[in-house]
């Protein structure tokens, strides 16, 4: 079956890079995605990245995808304190239902 | 341009009541979800509909009904609400390119 996975905690200090990494097991896996949520507020859409491509870079986000691996990680330059949050990977597997899968969810602690 | 709205915000129920959350979206998608988020289980998917009126279930649509008579609303209904039922309630909708999904605000909902 599908599943997602990611570390649960990670602490940087501000103006560091962040990686935040994430695994799936789902081969056909046509899209992947990173979500964040910030304190009592809904998921937000950061990035996605189509499976047939390995890196995809947006401002200070860089999403590498290794599909043999089955690994996907999301680089965050320059880290702001913004930036604290939880991060949530997720694919879209190619089925006709077209509902994603969710990790449950990176938190990430900026210091200053 | 509103995107997605959810209501209530939050609510405290009574076990065993009737309860409806309210999903409307103005991007004219035709696929919509719900999902549940609890501590630590990140999202899971409960009812979706790819287009109006049809409906499927997902992971976890025990206790939940869903009706999608038109494109814009998507309610979700609990027929006779128990304390497991206490979690956040995001409502989705998705476009067809790339399957990207936008999320409402959520509904906070305490079942006593």
């Known amino acids: 079956g599908e599943d997602v996975e990611q570390s649960l905690f990670l602490s940087v200090r501000e103006g560091d890079s962040s990686v935040i990494n994430c695994t799936y097991t789902d081969s056909s896996s046509t899209y992947l995605y990173w979500y964040k949520q910030e304190p009592g507020a809904g998921l937000q859409l950061l990035t996605y990245?189509?499976?047939?491509?390995d890196m995809k870079q947006d401002q200070r986000l860089t999403v590498l995808l290794n599909k043999k691996d089955k690994h996907l990680s999301l680089r965050i330059a320059d880290t702001q304190t913004g930036d604290s949050a939880i991060y949530f990977c997720?694919?879209?597997?190619?089925?006709?239902?077209?509902?994603?899968?969710f990790g449950s969810g990176t938190r990430l602690q900026v210091q200053p | 341009i509103a995107g997605i709205t959810q209501a209530p915000t939050s609510q405290i129920l009574a076990a065993g009541r009737r309860m409806t959350l309210r999903c409307t979206q103005d991007m004219r998608h035709n696929a919509m979800y719900w999902y549940r988020q609890d501590l630590g289980l990140g999202l899971r998917l409960i009812h979706y509909s790819n287009t109006a009126g049809t409906t499927g279930k997902g992971e976890v649509p025990d206790g939940y009904s869903v009706s999608r008579a038109n494109t814009d609303d998507f309610p979700l209904t609990l027929a006779s609400a128990v304390p497991s039922q206490t979690s956040v309630y995001f409502c989705a909708s998705s476009d067809s390119e790339a399957n990207t999904q936008y999320f409402g605000p959520g509904t906070r909902l305490t079942v006593l």
């Open positions: 990245i189509f499976s047939n491509m």
């Open positions: 997720a694919e879209s597997p190619d089925t006709g239902r077209r509902a994603l899968t």
